[in-house]
């Protein structure tokens, strides 16, 4: 390895400078977020003089539909890690018939509208008492994560040697024990890497919140972003600290998780 | 990494695994002789086997196969409001279909989602590529500002949204201001409430979301190029766009076809954008199928009519799903 030469440096700050273009909006998000509210019609280019008043309001108001985020989607962390993982364990493991239809229902599924699925949930929901409930909007969310989970760790599974779970059946293991205390452990990477992008995912989602959330008793926060858009917006300083909050996932799956994320694009992409 | 591969790839180590055990010759008996307690035994370690799938196969049924079902019982029913109360959805044929597909709202959505899919996926792509080709260089912090790159793509897409209807305001965004300042504009420029304006507004937008996705994938391709080719391509004078018509074209033409279909069956279904940037306004100038058929389920309450519209919406995205899977079974042959 040399040096990098000066024209190598060139390329970074051409990097640099569509880096700057892109993610533009997002330094706009964190700029507004710092300025006084209110009256103020001009958002200064700079946060010279931070103010956290967007931030105050921001908790006090949406705070809460933070939390409920929060719970929705660690539940759906939980649910979809327990359902994917082994039927994710079967599919890479096991010879078992059917295996294919599994995988294909798993792809098409991917294809389906949401608004489809909310369509006809809403209904059964509504027949269930399932509406305006975090358990509902859980199982309902889980559909983002649960088939992307199963092919994230079938495609990990896939790699791992038969020797080793073979080991231990011989050994006397049942296939639950095996599963529990071989697989599981050995395909922990690919189970961080799928919960963290259900996570996110569960966090982000809009469109069950929007159609099976009807009164202020559930509200996860992207609807609480999406109603302070809605009306008039004249704090927008307010709003852009509730995005920012909003995002804070989307930040730490980068930085935290970013040795996983390329394998789960391309995993959960090229299916 | 698709279907096809997984399956062949579990089918080998399967008839590995037989082998293995044929060689250890423990519990070997040829098929023909198979005792009862065997064939129990083998039956019963199927049901377990299918029991590590069965919470994952009741849901999909329950959370993608029912509402598939349901969407199609509904779309030929007088499904509203009223069916809450009284517990009646009287059939009414293809009444559903007929006004929905007759009604010039559908023609405008047709248009609308067509333009938005076409633009979205085109500038996704091109900018994608562009990009993937310029980070394929070596340079200091590559690593680091690629993986920044991927940030539009993380944040939840009202977030996303938010952010933009603020910028594309008409009288204090950031964007109105910056074109003021250059004095390329005198007057605030109505991105979002202008019907002439609106969709490409959205679209860029859309633009924005998609590139990171685009870029990453590509660019994966790309890495997966052998670089004999390109030493051999110089060699014969091939470089700069004749080494990209020639070779690179070429060999990322399966994971194009990839990214493109992925890219319009994800495109098809953009709710949430629309919805929060301009709510399907102004005067309808950004109705989807995606966005009428929520408006007709949610605001009108006519779920029988906003079933036919999201089954249609289904078809289309099947069509394309054949293609990919077409697409995607063709790039692992080659």
């Given at each position: 390895?040399?040096?990098?030469g000066?024209?190598?440096?060139g390329?970074?700050?051409?990097a640099?400078?569509?880096?700057a273009?892109?993610?533009?909006?997002v330094?706009?998000?964190?700029?507004?977020?710092?300025?006084?509210?209110?009256?103020?019609?001009?958002?200064?280019?700079?946060?010279?003089?931070?103010?956290?008043?967007?931030?105050a309001?921001?908790?006090?108001?949406?705070?809460?539909n933070?939390?409920t985020?929060?719970?929705i989607?660690?539940?759906?962390v939980?649910?979809?890690?327990a359902?994917?993982a082994?039927?994710?364990?079967?599919?890479?493991?096991?010879?078992?018939?059917?295996?294919?239809?599994?995988?294909?229902?798993?792809?098409?599924?991917?294809?389906?509208?949401g608004?489809v699925?909310?369509?006809?949930?809403?209904?059964?929901?509504?027949d269930?008492g399932?509406?305006?409930?975090?358990?509902g909007l859980i199982?309902?969310?889980?559909?983002?994560g649960?088939?992307?989970?199963?092919?994230?760790?079938?495609a990990?599974?896939?790699?791992?040697?038969?020797?080793?779970?073979?080991?231990?059946?011989?050994?006397g293991?049942?296939?639950?024990?095996a599963?529990?205390?071989?697989?599981?452990?050995?395909?922990r990477n690919s189970?961080?890497?799928?919960g963290?992008?259900?996570f996110?995912f569960?966090?982000?989602?809009?469109?069950?919140a929007?159609?099976?959330?009807?009164?202020?008793?559930?509200?996860p926060?992207?609807?609480?972003?999406f109603?302070?858009?809605?009306?008039?917006?004249?704090?927008?300083?307010?709003?852009m600290?509730?995005?920012?909050l909003?995002?804070?996932?989307?930040i730490?799956?980068l930085?935290?998780?970013?040795?996983?994320?390329?394998a789960?694009?391309t995993?959960?992409?090229?299916? | 990494?698709?279907?096809?591969?997984?399956l062949?790839?579990?089918k080998?180590r399967?008839s590995?695994?037989?082998?293995a055990?044929?060689?250890?010759?423990s519990?070997?008996?040829?098929?023909?002789?198979?005792?009862?307690?065997?064939?129990?035994?083998?039956?019963?370690e199927?049901?377990f086997?299918?029991?590590?799938?069965?919470?994952?196969?009741?849901?999909?049924?329950?959370?993608?196969?029912?509402?598939?079902?349901?969407?199609?019982v509904?779309?030929?029913?007088?499904?509203?409001?009223?069916?809450?109360?009284?517990?009646e959805?009287?059939?009414?044929?293809l009444?559903?279909?007929a006004k929905?597909?007759?009604?010039?709202?559908?023609?405008t959505s047709?248009?609308?989602?067509?333009l938005?899919?076409?633009?979205?996926?085109l500038?996704?792509?091109?900018?994608?590529?562009?990009?993937?080709?310029?980070?394929?260089?070596?340079?200091?912090l590559?690593?680091?500002l690629?993986?920044?790159?991927?940030?539009?793509?993380?944040?939840p897409l009202?977030?996303?949204?938010?952010v933009?209807r603020?910028?594309?305001?008409?009288d204090?965004?950031?964007?109105?201001?910056?074109?003021?300042?250059?004095?390329?504009?005198n007057t605030g420029?109505?991105?979002?409430?202008?019907?002439?304006?609106?969709?490409i507004?959205?679209?860029?937008?859309?633009?924005w979301?998609?590139?990171p996705?685009?870029?990453?994938?590509?660019?994966?391709g790309?890495?997966e190029i052998?670089?004999?080719?390109?030493?051999?391509?110089?060699?014969d004078?091939?470089?700069?766009w004749k080494?990209f018509?020639?070779?690179?074209?070429p060999?990322?033409?399966?994971?194009?076809?990839?990214v493109?279909?992925?890219g319009?069956?994800?495109?098809?279904k953009v709710?949430?954008i629309?919805?929060?940037?301009?709510?399907?306004?102004?005067?309808?100038?950004?109705?989807?199928i995606?966005?009428?058929?929520?408006?007709l389920?949610?605001?009108?309450?006519?779920?029988?009519?906003?079933a036919?519209?999201?089954?249609v919406?289904?078809?289309?995205?099947?069509v394309?799903?054949?293609?990919?899977?077409?697409?995607?079974?063709?790039?692992?042959?080659?």
């Amino acid at each position: 390895m040399t040096a990098p030469g000066r024209k190598q440096w060139g390329y970074t700050v051409l990097a640099i400078f569509f880096l700057a273009i892109m993610l533009f909006p997002v330094y706009w998000m964190i700029n507004a977020s710092l300025q006084p509210n209110g009256t103020t019609l001009e958002t200064s280019w700079l946060p010279l003089k931070p103010d956290f008043t967007g931030y105050a309001t921001a908790i006090s108001e949406q705070g809460g539909n933070l939390v409920t985020s929060l719970v929705i989607s660690l539940g759906s962390v939980v649910l979809s890690l327990a359902i994917a993982a082994p039927a994710a364990y079967a599919l890479a493991y096991f010879k078992v018939k059917g295996a294919g239809v599994v995988l294909f229902a798993i792809l098409i599924s991917q294809m389906i509208p949401g608004i489809v699925v909310a369509n006809a949930l809403y209904t059964a929901y509504n027949d269930l008492g399932l509406l305006n409930s975090i358990p509902g909007l859980i199982l309902a969310d889980s559909a983002h994560g649960i088939p992307f989970a199963i092919l994230i760790i079938r495609a990990f599974m896939n790699g791992m040697p038969a020797s080793v779970i073979e080991a231990a059946r011989v050994d006397g293991a049942g296939h639950l024990r095996a599963f529990w205390s071989i697989v599981v452990p050995l395909s922990r990477n690919s189970l961080i890497t799928a919960g963290l992008f259900t996570f996110l995912f569960t966090w982000s989602d809009f469109l069950f919140a929007l159609t099976l959330t009807t009164t202020e008793t559930v509200r996860p926060v992207t609807l609480g972003i999406f109603q302070y858009i809605g009306a008039y917006v004249n704090d927008w300083s307010s709003v852009m600290a509730t995005a920012v909050l909003a995002s804070i996932p989307a930040i730490i799956l980068l930085v935290a998780a970013q040795k996983y994320i390329a394998a789960g694009t391309t995993g959960g992409a090229v299916k | 990494m698709s279907l096809t591969t997984d399956l062949s790839q579990a089918k080998s180590r399967a008839s590995q695994r037989t082998k293995a055990r044929a060689k250890s010759g423990s519990e070997n008996t040829p098929s023909g002789e198979a005792r009862p307690s065997r064939r129990n035994r083998k039956r019963r370690e199927r049901l377990f086997q299918w029991l590590f799938l069965v919470p994952a196969v009741t849901y999909m049924a329950l959370f993608f196969g029912y509402p598939v079902v349901k969407n199609i019982v509904m779309s030929f029913q007088d499904y509203t409001t009223a069916t809450f109360f009284t517990g009646e959805a009287p059939w009414v044929g293809l009444a559903n279909y007929a006004k929905v597909l007759s009604s010039s709202l559908f023609s405008t959505s047709l248009v609308n989602t067509a333009l938005f899919t076409l633009g979205s996926i085109l500038g996704q792509f091109v900018i994608g590529l562009a990009l993937a080709i310029f980070f394929q260089r070596k340079f200091p912090l590559n690593g680091i500002l690629r993986s920044l790159l991927l940030l539009p793509w993380l944040l939840p897409l009202i977030v996303s949204s938010a952010v933009w209807r603020w910028i594309l305001d008409k009288d204090s965004g950031a964007l109105n201001r910056f074109l003021g300042e250059l004095h390329i504009v005198n007057t605030g420029v109505p991105w979002l409430t202008s019907t002439s304006l609106a969709l490409i507004a959205v679209v860029g937008v859309n633009i924005w979301i998609g590139i990171p996705f685009n870029l990453t994938i590509l660019y994966g391709g790309l890495q997966e190029i052998p670089d004999e080719l390109y030493e051999a391509g110089s060699l014969d004078g091939a470089t700069g766009w004749k080494a990209f018509r020639h070779i690179t074209w070429p060999m990322l033409r399966p994971v194009v076809s990839v990214v493109l279909v992925l890219g319009v069956v994800y495109t098809l279904k953009v709710l949430d954008i629309i919805l929060g940037l301009t709510n399907g306004g102004p005067a309808n100038s950004t109705q989807t199928i995606a966005t009428q058929s929520y408006d007709l389920s949610f605001h009108e309450f006519k779920f029988g009519e906003g079933a036919a519209l999201g089954n249609v919406l289904v078809v289309i995205s099947l069509v394309f799903a054949v293609l990919y899977l077409r697409a995607s079974r063709r790039s692992v042959d080659e």
